[in-house]
Every structure is written in structure tokens, then in C-alpha cells.
């Protein structure tokens, strides 16, 4: 899924390489946009005979037919357990059709066993690798690239939104934001920037990658509340110095525990800080590179006790209230990534005051 | 940003029924899933049995799409998951399945009396040992039924698909008990028939009884279902259940299908009746009612046109060409394929009505087709309404309910309220599972 919705906006042809029917949960609970837009996302209808013989030409030509119809700025082909199981080669595969059309292809080798932090990133490397063109040594002064914007994240509508606002009253140019609200055009001038912002930690591969191939440094942290300012400030330090930096460190106190993507939720730790002197600690339930301590990161069930002994407020998406302990005051704050469209109405837009004032005033309740 | 891709060719999208042959057949290839959603999956299937609970076996991306159909039903406290990881397939599975759901039964806060464990396309591809998984279990925990159930769409065209093999699942737990004679079953159907069908006066007028898995909320009034002499079976996908429920029990399969030809359900009451040993009741009634309901719903929509899809009835073309019989302007039928026994009816609706247009609706460039329609459009189908824009639509999923003579008065009265109510298709069709509970009512 997170292929998919990184690259949605983008005027691309996404591909899962999987059976008739899988392409349906994407499609209900992980994409917002689907239902009034037009983008290419579709699947092989890979079938039983089909992986076990092999029948690559197949997912070849189909795919290249549907591009010569659709026209698509790019094709991106998602690898699905079964592929992975058969060994099926998702990067040479996407190289045969990229020869065949002429079109832009990424091959990505997913297997569906990862969450979207895996889709998500491997799209958003790509598109780093692949779709900015070489600046050539122009640079906008103040430009900054969003990246690691999707509504997995920041659902659809003013959170999205804000966080580019955010950027821009500071007193900086938003060059791109991937992939939300920009196009290919757009993405494909990201590195006149002069400074990243990871807002999640879709965009910590993509940043590294920028880095790489023009020096850009980049910042990674979420303008959440009155930490909007503080993260601002490491730009304009990354701008000055030009070194990367994380502006939100990994907090092991406190009795309050924020369950959901590492870099949001520690955002969110620093602004109630900020805001009402609230230590809380953030807990990752995903494959995350950036949480700092192994207790930080919680990939089974059983983990979830263990990580929250001592909790007194626990901060997560209502989903998981089912496995909280009853000792703790649970504060709903849906995630699309977890719940998918449930709670989609009442997720909070984050980068304003009001949204943490009122998170604390539930915490203390 | 978003943009349309229009325009794109219809050829081999679209085809007049008057320049078709059957079946008609579309271009296969890569497929697109429109965003409605009303019909049921396996996990809406599987919660009809009383006092189950559902444990999937399955990769992240895939347990996503389940794990949130139950959540948007409120039924997340009948369901558990196990994930399964890189290092599952290279160690087996078999150990991961019988701890983890010893794992899943040893922390329950309710004691459920059947477990329906979901296995997936992974555990075919590795060939992992299911009967010793479901031997294993049953020896560990006798109290409790499990169900065998799969979730491997990979698996659609080997052998039964996994809907099929969800409503065989269905009765699993049906056991060898002393049989009632005098008694019947439906089985197979997600909806309750019709308390207004002519099939169940029919069943009754004969000193029968008829049961189906909706009538029970708990677990023994279901397994009463093992004590029936027959069951009775609306559509294709139910008929391996009813031929396992032969087999194993001694049921006698009674093949009724869907149909909108009144002929053709004579033909099913005759064979119903002579299992019950009566005669075939007078039918007139019936179709005089359904026939009058038919003509009001002719006066109400008039010459509009109508598209139809497979969403809302098993059989669009034999719906279609009953409709066109009766003087509807029949524009569009929405399918992807058709069954054999649907010949007869594309025959006749392709004589009388050839410019009616066959659509598909997987294929590719359905996504980027434009989804209006020149003037205003009855759907019959959330599919329908999808792909015409039209906000006159009858929002019934899989028959709902309806059977027979009563379910064509019925499908006219629908179609009266489509016109007279007209709603916004967005707000109603994407919702999963149309008639399960629902978090978001």
C-alpha cells in the first residue's frame, strides 16, 4: 500500500503484482482520494499457475498494453508475498518494460510482509533517485521539500495542508511536497531546494538520497503545535551549516506514552512538552529506523505490555484500546495507517495549538 | 497533482449486445477495483455463524484489508490475526498456526464455540500440512469446532474459488444427527430470504419448516440446521456446499436458482414439490402481483434508460431481458462474465433490445473512462451507479433477499423508490459489507 500512496498524486500507473481482489483493500482503507480521481492504480490478477510457471512475460505485457492506453508519467511495479516467495525479479522486470514503453519504471521490490513505512520509502527513494533532475548548481535560497507526505500519515484535506502553511510562515519557499499537493514537474525541481524537511519517516530514505546526490541537508520532524517553531529554527541551523539533523530526540521518561510513526509522534511529544511541561515518551509499532531505543519499537502484541509499564496516559489510535491497560487513561488520536477511513473525521490537524491543547485537556480529564 | 487521463478507447471495453456473441468476453489483463464496496467478503461470510471467531494466518498487507472489515463491522472482539513474517516461510508454518492459535484461545476474554482459521495463498505456495494443523487442534482443544477457511485469491482458477469455499465452510460444523423430514434449509445465501417469497408459503403449505443460518444467534440453534433432509440452493457459488452437505450428512442438494423467468421458476417449485411430496400450488397470484408492480414501475421510470450490474443480481442479463420485455429501455449491463445458463437470456435481449451496451468493469481503462452518463440513468447496482454518475440508483447487494416471483415485485419496487429518492451514490456504496453492522451508521 504504500507504493501506492506515496507515488497516488503523481500522474503515474502503480502496479501490485498480486491476485484479483488484493488490490481492493488499498484502494478501501488506505486511499482517501480514490473515490473522486482518476489515478492509475491497478493489479496483475496474478493467478496460481501463473506464479509457479513463472509467466513474467505476461505481467510484461499487460502492463505495457494498459500503459499505451493510459499513457501514465510513470509505471511503478510493487512486489506481494507470493512474487517474494517465487523469487519473482520486481527490479529487472521493471527495467524490461521501462525498455519496452519508454516510460520512467520502478521496479520496487516489496513483499507485503513490512508495513507502508517499507512501500512508502522504496517509492519516495526512487522518485529521489530518478524524477529530480540535476539542479546544476541552482539553489533557492530558503527552498525547502516536504517530504514523506501522505494521507497514510496525515490523512487527506488540512493536515497535509497545514504542514506546508507551517513551512511557508516561517518565511520558507516550499519548492515540493511529496507527494501530497505537488506533481512530477514539481518533484522533478526538488533539489534547488536548499534544506529537507522529513515530516515522517517516508522521506528519511528520499532525504538521504538528496543529501547524497546534491549535498542537500535535511531536518526531520513534524511542525506539531508550538514545536513548529523549534523545528523551523533546525532548518534555518541546516540552512546555516548545512548539516542534517533530527529535531526531535528520543525521549525513555515520562508517564505518557504516544503510540503511532516515530517522527510524528515524537513531534507530538515535544509539543506537549512545550505546551503544558507533559513528558511523554513515543513507541513505534513499525519497522522504524529512526526510534532510538529498541523498547521504543513495538512489532508484537505482547510487546505492548512491556512498553507501557508505568503509563499513566497512554495517547494512540482507538484501535488500540482493546489491549491498553486499564490502569491508564487512554486519549484517542486516530491514524490512518492503523485504522484506515474509521476514524477518519476526527483526526486532529496536528500542526495547530488548539489540536495539543485539546489532546492535553483529554489526558486530563 | 490528480488529473484526468481521458479520453480512452472503448474497444474492447464496451460492446453492443447486437454485435456480440456469447459470452461475451473482455480483454483480460491488469484489473482495477471500483470503489464500491457494498458486496461481502469472507470475513462478513464467516461472522454468520453464531458464536464463532475468526483467526486469520497472514501476510501484513493482506490481514489489513480483514482486520478493518471487521473493525468497520464492531466485531473486532470475534477476530485475531497472525502476522506472518519473512522467517515464517523458510522455518514452516505449521507450528506458527497451532501455538498462535492456542496463543489467540488462552487469552479470549469470552469462550467462543467454533473457530473459522483463515489460512492464505503462502500456506498453498509452501504446501504447509493443514490437516495436521486442524488434527493438531482438534485433539488440543476438543471443546471447540474449527473451521478450515481460506483466504488465496491466487487460487480463483484452481479449483472452487475462495467464496465457494467460504460458503462450504459455512456448514462445516454440521454434524450426522437424526434427521426431521419435515424439515429444510437455505443455505448459501448472505441475506435471509424474504419473509414475503412465495418459496417459503410454498414450504410451509406443505407441512415443511425452513431454516437458514440467519435465523440463529447461537451456536447449537445453528448446528439444529445438521437435522433438515434437504437443502436448498439459490446460486453457483453455494452449490459445493450443498454437495458436500449431501455427501457427508445425507441432505438432499436442492438446486434452485436464481431466475427472472417465470417458466424457469415454475420448474424450480416442481422440483421443490416433489421432494415434499405435494403438488405445485397456483402461482398466479404471484405473478399477477409481481406483474402489476412491474407495469407501476414502468409508469414511473418510464423511457429512462437503465443499466444493470452483477452486483445487485446474479443473473443482469436474465433481469435485463425481463425488464426489456416489459418495455424498459435497457442501455447498459455491467459485467465482467457471464455464466452458461445466462445464454438464453443474452439471445433473447440481444433480438430485442441490440444496441444495449456490455460493459466491463475490471478492466484498466474503466478507471479513466468518464463516469456520466448524457442525460438521466436508473442503476440497478452499486456498480452501476458508479460508473453512470447517476444519483437514481437501487442500492441492493447479491439479491438481497430476494427471491422468485416476490423478488421481482420486489426489484419493481426498488426501482420505483430509485427514481421517486434520488441519493448521492458516494455517500451509500462504499460502504463494505451493505447490510452487516456498520461503525460508520
New interface residues.
Given amino acids: ?1 504504500g507504493v501506492c500512496s506515496a507515488l497516488f ?1 503523481l ?1 503515474g500507473m502503480c ?1 501490485m503484482d ?8 488499498y ?4 486511499e482517501p ?17 501463473e ?2 510457471m513463472g509467466e513474467d512475460d505476461k505481467t510484461v ?3 505495457c ?2 500503459a499505451e ?4 508519467r510513470f509505471i511503478a511495479l510493487a512486489g ?3 512474487p ?3 523469487g519473482t525479479d520486481i527490479p529487472a522486470l521493471g527495467r524490461v518494460i521501462e525498455k519496452r514503453t519508454g516510460i520512467m519504471t520502478f521496479g520496487i521490490q516489496t ?5 507502508y513505512l517499507s512501500g512508502c520509502s522504496k517509492a519516495f527513494a526512487e522518485l529521489a533517485r530518478r524524477a529530480v533532475r540535476d539542479p546544476g548548481g541552482k539553489r533557492i535560497k530558503n527552498g525547502v521539500n516536504i517530504l514523506g507526505l501522505t494521507p497514510l500519515d496525515f490523512s487527506v484535506g488540512k493536515p497535509a495542508e497545514s504542514v506546508a502553511r507551517a513551512v511557508a510562515e516561517h518565511g520558507f519557499d516550499v519548492v515540493s511536497s511529496w507527494a501530497m ?3 512530477l514537474d514539481d518533484i522533478a525541481l526538488s533539489g534547488e531546494a536548499a534544506v529537507n524537511l522529513v515530516v515522517s519517516e517516508t522521506g528519511y530514505e528520499a532525504a538521504k538520497i538528496l543529501q547524497s546526490r546534491f549535498g542537500t541537508p535535511y531536518v526531520v520532524g513534524t511542525p506539531c503545535g508550538g514545536f513548529a517553531g523549534r523545528l523551523m529554527s533546525a532548518l534555518e541551523e541546516a540552512l546555516s551549516d548545512g548539516g542534517s539533523r533530527t529535531a526531535v530526540a528520543p525521549s525513555s521518561d515520562g508517564d505518557t506514552v504516544i503510540i503511532g510513526e516515530w517522527v510524528a509522534s515524537a513531534s507530538l511529544a515535544a509539543a506537549l512538552d512545550i505546551a503544558a511541561g507533559i513528558k511523554a515518551r513515543a513507541v513505534c509499532p513499525l519497522e522504524s529506523k529512526l526510534a532510538g531505543n529498541s523498547e521504543d519499537r513495538i512489532m508484537e502484541e505482547s510487546e505492548v505490555t512491556d512498553a507501557l509499564i508505568g503509563a499513566k496516559t497512554v495517547i494512540a489510535d482507538p ?1 488500540w484500546k ?1 489491549v491498553m491497560p486499564e490502569t491508564a487513561k487512554f486519549v484517542p488520536l486516530p491514524h490512518e495507517a492503523f ?2 477511513r ?1 476514524f477518519r473525521r476526527d483526526i486532529p490537524d496536528l500542526t495547530k495549538e488548539e489540536s495539543i491543547l485539546h489532546i492535553i485537556s483529554e489526558a486530563e480529564k | ?6 479520453p ?2 472503448e474497444e474492447g471495453l464496451v460492446v453492443r449486445i447486437g454485435d456480440s456473441s456469447f459470452p461475451p468476453s473482455f480483454r ?6 471500483a ?1 464500491a ?1 457494498g458486496t461481502w467478503n469472507i470475513v462478513h461470510t464467516g461472522m454468520l455463524i453464531p458464536e464463532s471467531h475468526q483467526i486469520f494466518v ?5 490481514l ?2 480483514v482486520v ?1 472489515t471487521a ?2 463491522m464492531g466485531a ?2 470475534r477476530f485475531s490475526m497472525i502476522n ?3 522467517g515464517n ?1 523458510i522455518d514452516g508454518m505449521e507450528d506458527l498456526i497451532i501455538d498462535g492459535v492456542g496463543e489467540i484461545i488462552a487469552g479470549l476474554k469470552y469462550k467462543p464455540r467454533c473457530f473459522l482459521v483463515y489460512t ?3 500456506h ?3 504446501g504447509c500440512d493443514l490437516p495436521l494443523v486442524y488434527r493438531t487442534l482438534r485433539e488440543r482443544y476438543p471443546e471447540y469446532d474449527f473451521v478450515s477457511c481460506f483466504m488465496n ?6 479449483g472452487l474459488t475462495p467464496d465457494q469455499l467460504m460458503r462450504r465452510g459455512l456448514y462445516k460444523p454440521l454434524r450426522e444427527t437424526k434427521k426431521d423430514e419435515k424439515r429444510l434449509n437455505i443455505i448459501g445465501n448472505d441475506f435471509a430470504t424474504d419473509r414475503t417469497s412465495e418459496i417459503r408459503r410454498i414450504i410451509s403449505g406443505a407441512g415443511y419448516s425452513v431454516s437458514e443460518i440467519q435465523d440463529f444467534d447461537r451456536y447449537d440453534g445453528y448446528l439444529s440446521m445438521s437435522e433438515a433432509s434437504g437443502n436448498i440452493v439459490f446460486g453457483d457459488a453455494a452449490l459445493a456446499g450443498g454437495k458436500d452437505l449431501e455427501k457427508r450428512l445425507g441432505q438432499k442438494l436442492l438446486y434452485l436458482p436464481y431466475s427472472y423467468d417465470y417458466g424457469r421458476i415454475a420448474e424450480n417449485y416442481r422440483l421443490l414439490c416433489e421432494h415434499m411430496g405435494c403438488d405445485i400450488p397456483d402461482l398466479s397470484a404471484d405473478i399477477e402481483a409481481a406483474e402489476k408492480a412491474v407495469k407501476e414501475a414502468k409508469s414511473v421510470v418510464g423511457d429512462m434508460p437503465v443499466a444493470i450490474d452483477y452486483t445487485m443480481t446474479y443473473k443482469p442479463l436474465g433481469l435485463a431481458r425481463f425488464l426489456c420485455e416489459r418495455g424498459f429501455n435497457i442501455a447498459r449491463v455491467y459485467a465482467d462474465g457471464y455464466t452458461a445458463d445466462e445464454k438464453d437470456d443474452f439471445e433473447r435481449l440481444r433480438a430485442l433490445s441490440p444496441g444495449t451496451e456490455l460493459w466491463a468493469t ?1 478492466e ?2 474503466m ?2 473512462a468518464e463516469r456520466t452518463y448524457d442525460g438521466k440513468i436508473l442503476a440497478l447496482g452499486q456498480k452501476a451507479a458508479y460508473f453512470t454518475g447517476t444519483d437514481l440508483f437501487v442500492n441492493v447487494v447479491e439479491n438481497g433477499g430476494m427471491y422468485g416471483i416476490d423478488g421481482i415485485r420486489r426489484t419493481a419496487g426498488y426501482m420505483i423508490d430509485a427514481v421517486k429518492h434520488p441519493k448521492e451514490a ?1 455517500s451509500f456504496i ?1 460502504q ?1 459489507g451493505l447490510g452487516c453492522t456498520c ?2 451508521e
Fill in positions: 500500500m498524486e500522474g502496479v498480486d491476485a484479483s481482489g488484493c488490490n481492493s483493500t484502494n478501501t482503507h488506505d482520494r480514490w473515490y473522486d480521481s482518476d489515478s492509475l492504480v491497478f493489479i496483475t490478477a496474478l493467478t496460481e499457475n506464479a509457479l505485457a499487460d502492463i498494453a494498459a492506453e493510459l499513457r501514465p506481494t508475498p507470493i517474494a516467495m517465487c513483499d507485503g510482509m513490512h508495513s499537493g505537488s506533481s484501535l482493546p485504522s484506515g474509521i | 497533482m490528480l488529473r484526468r487521463v481521458n480512452v478507447s483480460t489483463g491488469l484489473e482495477y477495483a470503489p464496496r497472514c501476510a501484513e498487507s493482506c489489513r484489508g478493518l473493525a468497520e473486532q472482539d506472518i513474517r519473512g516461510i492464505s495463498c503462502v498453498h505456495f509452501i485469491p491466487i487460487m480463483r482458477k484452481s475490471v484498466p481503462r478507471r479513466a458516494k462504499q463494505k461503525v460508520f
